[in-house]
């Protein structure tokens, strides 16, 4: 069995560093598949909101918000995801597998982080 069958097929992300052996998802799968399915950049509030209803923490959690933040933080520096910022300087979060060879996204992508 591939420990990789709960990861949605819209994105390459076994290739990716930090991959659990037990089969269970990691944070950082868990952040670039709710990315993944989402197919848009999000800001940090549109993903902890999504992270809530997707994958729900603890309820002894003291500060759920300050968790998922710390969370999303170790999948960018783990290079799960992305941090790209529009011309407003507001980070928005994104998969390595959106950009081209270039290092650009789509343009379809700069219209929504330009709203």
């Known amino acids: 069995m591939n ?3 709960s990861i949605p097929n819209e994105s390459n992300l076994t290739n990716r560093k930090n991959i659990r052996s037990d ?4 944070w950082g799968q868990k952040i ?3 990315l ?8 940090t509030e549109q993903l ?3 992270l809530e209803t997707d994958f729900p923490v603890a309820e ?7 968790y998922y933040t710390t969370q999303i933080f170790h999948a960018c520096k783990r290079e799960w995801i992305c941090l790209h910022y529009n011309s407003r300087r507001k980070g928005f979060y ?4 959106w950009y ?3 290092g650009n996204l789509p343009d379809r992508f700069y219209e929504i982080m330009n709203l």
Do not use: Y
């Open 48 to 50: 902890i909101d999504l």
């Open 3 to 5: 420990r990789f069958n």
């Open 100 to 102: 081209d060879e270039n």
């Open 60 to 66: 002894k959690s003291t500060d759920r918000r300050v």
């Open 23 to 26: 089969g269970r998802l990691g």
């Open 94 to 97: 994104c998969l390595p597998e």
């Open 32 to 34: 670039a598949t709710a």
């Open 36 to 43: 993944a399915r989402q197919a848009l950049p999000l800001s």
